[in-house]
C-alpha cells in the first residue's frame, strides 16, 4: 500500500510541473497597455487645478482619473485589491499635486465604516501616464464600416 501512496504523490508532482513550464506570467500594470493607443507619455505629477473628476478603469494595480479635460492612468506598486472594486477614492499627496511615492487611499466601500477589514487601502503611486480614452476609437469604427461594406458587397 505504502509504495503505491509514494507513486501517486510524485505522479502528482509531476502532473503539476508539467502543466506550468509552459505558461508565461500575465503583464502587470502599465505593461498591460504597451501596445495600447490611449497610453501616452510618461509625466511626473497631476496638479489639482480643479480637482480630480472621477476615476475608472480600475485593476488590481492600474487606475484611470479625469483631472478637468485630461485624462491620466495611474500605476501603484505591487496589488491593492480594493483597488479593483474601488467605490471611493481619496488622493493623499504633500502639495497640491499627485506624484511619485504619494499615496491614494480607496476603497470597496461607499461608507466609512465597514464590516471587511480588508476593504480600505493605501496604495502608493509607482507611475503616471497621460491617457487618451478617446484614442483608438476611429481604428475600431473604420473595421467596422469596412466589415459592412464587404458584408453589404456580396
Known amino acids: 500500500m505504502r509504495p503505491s501512496l509514494v507513486l501517486f504523490t510524485a505522479m502528482i508532482a509531476v502532473t503539476g510541473c508539467a502543466s506550468t513550464a509552459g505558461t508565461e506570467p500575465k503583464a502587470k500594470g502599465v505593461e498591460k497597455y504597451a501596445d495600447d493607443p490611449r497610453l501616452g507619455e510618461e509625466v511626473d505629477r497631476i496638479c489639482f487645478a480643479s480637482n480630480i473628476d472621477s476615476f475608472g478603469d480600475n485593476t488590481r494595480d492600474t487606475f484611470t482619473v479625469r483631472e478637468g479635460r485630461d485624462y491620466f492612468l495611474i500605476e501603484i506598486f505591487g496589488s491593492c485589491p480594493p483597488l479593483q472594486h474601488a467605490m471611493t477614492m481619496r488622493m493623499d499627496s504633500a502639495m497640491n ?8 487611499i480607496v476603497s470597496d466601500s461607499l461608507t466609512t465604516s465597514s464590516s471587511t477589514p480588508f476593504s480600505k487601502a493605501r496604495c ?20 467596422e464600416q469596412a466589415a459592412e461594406q464587404a458584408q453589404d458587397e456580396s
Open 97 to 104: 499635486c499627485l506624484t511619485s511615492g504619494d499615496h491614494v
Open 124 to 143: 502608493m503611486v509607482k507611475s503616471i501616464y497621460k491617457w487618451d480614452p478617446k484614442a483608438g476609437e476611429a481604428d475600431s469604427e473604420s473595421d
